[in-house]
């Protein structure tokens, strides 16, 4: 097991386009044993593939409170069945200490792979189905302060470049 380094906006290599899994094999059982300590390690929910810079279409999350069930999705495919406006709260491990409204569509369905390779689906609500959407986006090199404005993304932008001068 390993924890990985967790990229932060603005890094351009956020933007990439995440490609599918070939073959479930133990490396990337092992990609996500690493992914799930990295999770848990940085407190998150989630965690894309993307955001420690593998560009494969992994993610992991863990919505529980023990922090004890965790979640694996290989390949996820997802299909709007309630596109009704729903606003959380986000945030990102990648964009840390900001957190803004952001409005997805209610109700999605995944189908996707477990980490054995095995195909399953589901129909995510709540704070699942916000964390599900999240990470897809990740995988397709988009993040939450897309769907903010220029201003608020630029200032964002601004202050976590003068942090890492800092840092
Ligand atoms: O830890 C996380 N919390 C969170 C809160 C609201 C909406 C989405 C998230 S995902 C985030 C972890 C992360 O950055 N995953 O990509
Ligand atoms: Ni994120």
Do not use: W
């Not at 109700?107 to 689906?121: N, P, S, T, W, Y």
């Amino acid at each position: 097991m390993a924890i990985l380094e967790i990229l932060e906006f603005p890094d351009p290599q956020l933007r990439t386009i995440a490609k599918p899994v070939e073959g479930v094999d133990d490396s990337v059982r092992q990609l996500v044993d690493d992914m799930i300590e990295t999770m848990y390690e940085a407190e998150g929910v989630g965690l894309a593939a993307t955001q420690v810079n593998v560009h494969k279409r992994v993610i992991v999350l863990d919505v529980s409170e023990g922090r004890d069930q965790a979640q694996v999705f290989i390949n996820p495919k997802i299909k709007v069945i309630d596109e009704t406006p729903h606003s959380y709260q986000e945030g990102c491990l990648s964009v840390p200490g900001f957190y803004e409204e952001v409005e997805r569509p209610t109700a999605v369905k995944v189908a996707a792979l477990d980490r054995h390779g095995e195909q399953f689906i589901i129909e995510p609500d709540g704070l699942l189905s916000v964390c599900i959407q999240h990470e897809i986006d990740h995988l397709n090199g988009k993040l939450f302060v897309d769907y903010i404005s220029a201003l608020k993304r630029n200032r964002i932008k601004q202050k976590l470049q003068k942090e890492k001068r800092l840092a």
